[in-house]
């Protein structure tokens, strides 16, 4: 439980010191069903006996956990680096002066590359849910990957909601449509930080699990 509180004021100082209020004001839309399920865990109770009863076997699923989490964090790095040289891209071509319309064209590709890169986000997160609950269920059975799903859709349940709707159990990844077309790369960065966040958490749980049995066998 510690591992995880900590890791909550650890996002929330950043939030404070590192993004604008209009920026902090959307990411915590996003974390409150995360924020909602580490505190439903941390409280004694239904919800933490159902998680106790499925956590030995989970823990065994650890390593299948963190292949679905690594090729997710591989597209995300992917899309970071992509976004870095264009802003150094854009800077040098400012520097330059270039003409109005050249900027005009350039800012024509830089919203269809969000959006792009939006729908990656999104398709990609997904694949990470269903390769976990994949994972629960080839190792532990209906019930545990049950559960985990269950887990996974209430930490990202928000995220889903304001930026993935289009895709979330459908046949659109790929897609050519998005509601989330005019979504910044602000927005674009908030998604990133925020879908990165389950995997971590899910990474603890084990953590958080092994911490609560040594207690539990002190009582």
Same mark, same amino acid.
């Given at each position: 439980m510690g591992d995880l509180t900590t890791g909550?004021?650890?996002? !929330?100082?950043?939030? @404070? !010191?590192?993004?604008?209020?209009? #920026?902090?004001?959307?990411?915590?839309?996003?974390? $409150?069903? *995360?924020?909602?399920?580490?505190r439903d865990l941390? @409280?004694?109770?239904?919800?933490? $006996?159902?998680f106790l009863s499925h956590a030995p076997c989970l823990q065994r699923v650890k390593p299948d956990y963190e292949?679905?989490? !690594?090729?997710?964090? $591989?597209?995300?790095?992917?899309?970071?680096?992509? #976004?870095?040289?264009?802003?150094?891209?854009?800077?040098?071509?400012?520097?330059?002066?270039q003409q109005q319309q050249q900027l005009q064209n350039h800012h024509t590709t830089d919203g269809r590359n969000a959006e792009e890169d939006v729908r990656t986000v999104c398709c990609s997160f997904i694949e990470y849910l269903d390769c976990s609950e994949g994972a629960a269920k080839k190792t532990c059975g209906t019930d545990t990957a049950r559960f985990t799903r269950g887990f996974l859709d209430k930490m990202s349940s928000t995220l889903i909601t304001m930026y993935c709707e289009d895709y979330y159990r459908s046949n659109k990844c790929p897609s050519t449509q998005s509601s989330a077309a005019s979504q910044s790369s602000s927005s674009l960065l908030l998604l990133m930080l925020m879908a990165l966040l389950v995997p *971590?958490?899910?990474?603890?749980? $084990?953590?958080?699990?092994s911490a609560t049995v040594s207690i539990v066998r002190l009582r």
């Open positions: 909550l004021q650890c996002i !929330r100082s950043y939030t @404070r !010191r590192c993004m604008t209020l209009e #920026q902090r004001d959307r990411f915590n839309k996003l974390y $409150n069903g *995360t924020h909602q399920f580490v941390c @409280r004694e109770g239904p919800y933490q $006996n159902e292949v679905c989490g !690594r090729k997710y964090h $591989n597209t995300v790095s992917v899309i970071t680096q992509q #976004q870095h040289h264009h802003e150094h891209h854009q800077a040098r071509h400012e520097r330059h002066h *971590t958490i899910l990474t603890q749980l $084990n953590t958080w699990y």
